[in-house]
């Protein structure tokens, strides 16, 4: 709470210089005051230093940029399905009357290549401009771009070439990835929560291509280019929720190096200053080229090889196999396919939910590599399964189930893209290379399918679709390289806080603790205090093995005769203290002692347990017990040694706590007395007296 208020008050001094620091870069910041989009709320807080403190203003902003990206996909997708109805001559009512000369396959593909051509050189453009103007007004003029443009095209929609001009028009108006991408990079501080984002936001606009062609399929019956109108107008809705709660969080890079140019510079005056690392993963400061183009090459063969399990093995593969060679008795119908055409972009659902798993076992480049072979074997038996003759509806079920499956895997490895351009890129270049990311992937994906297309009705889609297989090996062996560079291979699992030292922490006194080295009850006692205090988990310490402390023993009692009385001293502080507490202060307690004392890594406290457990073994059987002939002997001695306390770490309560400290401090008093360390000589007994001691009560009963 003290921190909370500490960083609200010093708000204000971080607005009045504000311009003199820059986004971690070339470019600078505005002055708050200055900016249109960094306006002030009505308690007179900017924008954007209320993103910063209010969860609130941050999730409505989140939000209001995932509704933008998935409407502009529906947008740019919305017409989808009708593309071969559109092309092929008198099939609806709407047709083009005429192609330009196209074939078929061709017109098919290039309408949307129109709009995508448009989109690459937007991507590159809009999303370098970000990085100069700011992302919230890149993404407003997208979007509103979009509303315009989805309108032109119903307008010119009597002819092939007028529609396909203002197609690319309209395209240029549509790079709200990138920026969006370049957006969440901007506002999240850890690499998962980028990596999530970015994955989210790919996802959703991959999810927004479903929703798109779905419309389309719905307002069949009022015409091919009506839902252009509803395109328009669901953009029109997400541009005004954009306008009023998108947040510009340029400043919020600013505030953030300037924080952290200010801890430098009280560094320099004497204070510490530990910059904390990003996962484990710093923010590089400059663009490697080399490893640039890798990610890029990997991602163009990734998106070409991809068109051959989608879509030229649903068209022109299948709706030849199974409708255009079966005009009397179709085994596909034409709504048939737009639904199949259209739901297989539901699997980008799966995909995206499997992602994270697979990059953290695999990491981003293992994903991507991975994605590519199965998607190059998957396109391999999609193209032998619609090449069975006669055509069956058995071979139809078979095709359409795996290129569903199968379809998740492909996504996996595009979804990898984004993270691994975040993982090497510096802030001020964000935008320029996710742009030149969307550019590259939205120039194959309008070429590939046209030149594909054209390969199809010349020389066959079997020689088409071999091409896409062959690019999509290739893609998965460029991407090899990346498996050896830090935040594109599997991430290291990270240190939990329990297992390293925290900011303002005695860096050399805790790496001790974690050695097992011994360091003095109070010490680890003040420094846990002060985690506590701060509602971070305690210390766990690991113990060295029997064989490394067997020769040390007397001095291991010797300490351990210190911490003992500094421990009886402590619990009657702390007995004296909920002697005094109310209700609700033990509460407050108990609910802390349990959030400190549970670790984020349950398998280090069983590994630390089976320690100390070889440990007593170990030290039993060195000094001449036989536990294999009557372990029953010695279960009891121990539990005589350690009776029980009462409640487990993490499930304390007003009415447990207490009794707990009380029952730990009476067994300790009676270790105390029997080894002579309440008396204020040093006493000479062993902790063999203390077994011994144990044993003979076993005896005695037993008598």
Same mark, same amino acid.
């Not at 709320?41 to 900017?46: D, E, I, L, R, T």
């Not at 507490?581 to 959030?595: F, G, K, P, S, Y």
């Given at each position: 709470?003290?921190?909370?208020?500490?960083?609200?008050?010093?708000?204000?001094?971080?607005?009045?210089?504000?311009?003199?620091?820059?986004?971690?870069?070339?470019?600078?910041?505005?002055?708050?005051?200055?900016?249109?989009?960094?306006?002030?709320?009505?308690?007179?807080?900017?924008?954007?230093?209320?993103?910063?403190?209010?969860?609130?203003?941050?999730?409505?902003?989140?939000?209001?940029?995932?509704?933008?990206?998935?409407?502009?996909?529906?947008?740019?997708? $919305?017409?989808?399905?009708?593309?071969?109805?559109?092309?092929?001559? &008198?099939?609806?009512?709407?047709? %083009?009357?005429?192609? !330009?000369?196209?074939?078929?396959?061709?017109?098919?593909?290039?309408?949307?290549?129109?709009?995508?051509?448009?989109?690459?050189?937007?991507?590159?453009?809009? *999303?370098?401009?970000?990085?100069?103007?700011?992302?919230?007004?890149?993404?407003?003029?997208?979007?509103?771009?979009?509303?315009? !443009?989805?309108?032109?095209? %119903?307008?010119?929609?009597?002819?092939?070439?007028?529609?396909?001009?203002?197609?690319?028009?309209?395209?240029?108006?549509?790079? /709200?990835?990138?920026?969006?991408?370049?957006?969440?990079?901007?506002?999240?501080?850890?690499?998962?929560?980028?990596?999530?984002?970015?994955?989210?936001?790919? &996802?959703? /606009?991959?999810?927004?291509?479903? *929703?798109?062609?779905? $419309?389309?399929?719905?307002?069949?019956?009022?015409?091919?280019?009506?839902?252009?109108?509803?395109? =328009?107008?669901?953009?029109?809705?997400?541009?005004?929720?954009?306008?009023?709660?998108?947040?510009?969080?340029?400043?919020?890079?600013?505030?953030?190096?300037?924080?952290?140019?200010?801890?430098?510079?009280?560094?320099?005056?004497?204070?510490?200053?530990?910059?904390?690392?990003?996962?484990?993963?710093?923010?590089?400061?400059?663009?490697?080229?080399?490893?640039?183009?890798?990610?890029?090459?990997?991602?163009?063969?990734?998106?070409?090889?991809?068109?051959?399990?989608?879509?030229?093995?649903?068209?022109?593969?299948?709706?030849?196999?199974?409708?255009?060679?079966?005009?009397?008795?179709?085994?596909? =119908?034409? +709504?048939?396919?737009?639904?199949?055409?259209?739901?297989?972009?539901?699997? +980008?659902?799966?995909?995206?939910?499997?992602?994270?798993?697979?990059?953290?076992?695999?990491?981003?480049?293992?994903?991507?590599?991975?994605?590519?072979? #199965?998607? &190059?074997?998957?396109?391999?038996?999609?193209?032998?399964?619609?090449?069975?003759?006669?055509?069956?509806?058995?071979?139809?079920?078979?095709?359409?189930?795996?290129?569903?499956?199968?379809?998740?895997?492909?996504?996996?490895?595009?979804?990898?893209?984004?993270?691994?351009?975040?993982?090497?890129?510096?802030?001020?270049?964000?935008?320029?290379?996710?742009?030149?990311?969307?550019?590259?992937?939205?120039?194959?994906?309008?070429?590939?399918?046209?030149?594909?297309?054209?390969?199809?009705?010349?020389?066959?889609?079997?020689?088409?679709?071999?091409?896409?297989?062959?690019?999509?090996?290739?893609? *998965?062996?460029?991407?090899?390289?990346?498996?050896?560079?830090?935040?594109?291979?599997?991430?290291?699992?990270?240190?939990?806080?329990?297992?390293?030292?925290?900011?303002?922490?005695?860096?050399?006194?805790?790496?001790?603790?974690?050695?097992?080295?011994? #360091?003095?009850?109070?010490?680890?006692?003040?420094?846990?205090?002060?985690?506590?205090?701060?509602?971070?988990?305690?210390?766990?310490?690991?113990?060295?093995?029997?064989?490394?402390?067997?020769?040390?023993?007397?001095?291991?009692?010797?300490?351990?005769?210190?911490? %003992?009385?500094?421990?009886?001293?402590?619990?009657?502080?702390?007995?004296?203290?909920?002697?005094?507490?109310?209700?609700?202060?033990?509460?407050?307690?108990?609910?802390?002692?349990?959030?400190?004392?549970?670790?984020?890594?349950?398998?280090?406290?069983?590994?630390?347990?089976?320690?100390?457990?070889?440990?007593?073994?170990?030290?039993?059987?060195?000094?001449?017990?036989?536990?294999?002939?009557?372990?029953?002997?010695?279960?009891?001695?121990?539990?005589?040694?350690?009776?029980?306390?009462?409640?487990?770490? *993490?499930?304390?309560?007003?009415?447990?706590?207490?009794? +707990?400290?009380?029952?730990?401090?009476?067994?300790?008093?009676?270790?105390?007395?029997?080894?002579?360390?309440?008396?204020?000589?040093?006493?000479?007994?062993?902790?063999?007296?203390?077994?011994?001691?144990?044993?003979?009560?076993?005896?005695?009963?037993?008598?």
């Amino acid at each position: 709470m003290a921190e909370a208020s500490s960083s609200a008050a010093d708000m204000e001094p971080m607005e009045v210089k504000l311009s003199e620091a820059g986004t971690g870069g070339d470019t600078k910041a505005t002055s708050p005051k200055k900016s249109l989009l960094s306006c002030c709320s009505k308690n007179g807080v900017a924008a954007y230093q209320e993103m910063y403190i209010s969860p609130k203003v941050f999730k409505k902003s989140m939000w209001a940029l995932r509704f933008a990206v998935f409407v502009d996909a529906i947008a740019g997708t $919305i017409e989808q399905p009708n593309y071969p109805i559109m092309v092929l001559k &008198g099939a609806h009512p709407d047709s %083009f009357p005429t192609t !330009g000369g196209l074939d078929f396959a061709a017109a098919t593909y290039f309408v949307p290549m129109s709009a995508l051509l448009g989109v690459a050189i937007a991507s590159l453009v809009i *999303g370098t401009m970000s990085d100069r103007v700011g992302r919230k007004p890149c993404i407003l003029l997208c979007l509103y771009g979009t509303v315009v !443009g989805c309108i032109l095209k %119903f307008i010119f929609k009597f002819s092939f070439w007028p529609y396909c001009a203002f197609n690319f028009i309209n395209g240029l108006m549509s790079a /709200s990835v990138p920026v969006s991408l370049a957006y969440a990079g901007d506002v999240y501080e850890t690499k998962l929560e980028k990596d999530n984002e970015i994955g989210l936001l790919v &996802g959703i /606009s991959m999810l927004g291509s479903a *929703g798109g062609g779905i $419309i389309a399929i719905l307002m069949e019956t009022q015409g091919l280019f009506v839902p252009l109108l509803v395109g =328009s107008g669901i953009v029109f809705i997400a541009a005004v929720t954009a306008t009023k709660y998108l947040v510009e969080p340029k400043d919020i890079i600013a505030s953030r190096n300037r924080e952290k140019e200010q801890q430098r510079e009280e560094a320099e005056l004497g204070e510490t200053f530990e910059e904390e690392e990003d996962d484990g993963i710093p923010v590089p400061e400059t663009l490697n080229y080399k490893i640039f183009s890798i990610i890029l090459c990997g991602a163009l063969g990734d998106n070409v090889g991809s068109s051959g399990l989608f879509p030229l093995c649903l068209s022109p593969l299948a709706y030849d196999a199974f409708l255009r060679e079966r005009p009397s008795d179709p085994i596909m =119908s034409e +709504v048939a396919y737009k639904w199949i055409s259209v739901l297989v972009a539901l699997m +980008v659902v799966p995909g995206t939910m499997v992602s994270p798993w697979i990059y953290n076992k695999l990491g981003l480049a293992g994903g991507c590599i991975g994605g590519n072979v #199965i998607t &190059g074997i998957v396109t391999i038996a999609l193209l032998y399964i619609a090449q069975i003759r006669p055509a069956t509806g058995g071979s139809f079920g078979v095709f359409v189930a795996l290129l569903y499956v199968c379809f998740p895997f492909t996504v996996i490895s595009q979804l990898s893209t984004g993270p691994m351009l975040e993982a090497v890129t510096p802030p001020p270049k964000r935008g320029f290379a996710q742009g030149v990311n969307i550019t590259i992937m939205n120039f194959g994906a309008a070429v590939s399918p046209f030149l594909l297309g054209t390969v199809s009705d010349n020389f066959g889609t079997p020689l088409a679709i071999w091409i896409c297989i062959i690019i999509s090996f290739l893609a *998965g062996v460029v991407n090899i390289p990346l498996i050896w560079v830090k935040g594109c291979n599997v991430p290291t699992k990270p240190v939990p806080p329990e297992r390293k030292a925290l900011k303002g922490e005695d860096a050399e006194l805790v790496e001790k603790a974690l050695k097992g080295e011994w #360091i003095p009850a109070q010490d680890l006692e003040e420094l846990n205090e002060a985690r506590f205090e701060r509602g971070q988990p305690y210390l766990i310490v690991p113990p060295r093995s029997y064989g490394e402390e067997k020769d040390k023993l007397a001095l291991l009692r010797r300490r351990a005769r210190k911490d %003992f009385l500094y421990h009886k001293k402590k619990s009657r502080e702390y007995l004296a203290k909920f002697a005094i507490a109310d209700e609700e202060e033990l509460e407050a307690i108990c609910r802390q002692v349990n959030q400190s004392s549970t670790a984020n890594d349950p398998e280090e406290v069983k590994n630390i347990h089976e320690a100390m457990g070889k440990w007593f073994i170990d030290y039993v059987v060195d000094s001449g017990y036989s536990p294999q002939t009557d372990n029953v002997l010695m279960k009891q001695a121990i539990m005589t040694t350690f009776p029980p306390v009462g409640s487990v770490p *993490g499930s304390y309560t007003p009415e447990n706590l207490e009794q +707990v400290l009380l029952d730990v401090e009476k067994n300790y008093a009676r270790l105390m007395e029997l080894e002579g360390f309440d008396e204020e000589k040093k006493g000479r007994a062993t902790f063999q007296r203390v077994l011994a001691n144990a044993r003979s009560v076993i005896y005695q009963q037993n008598i």
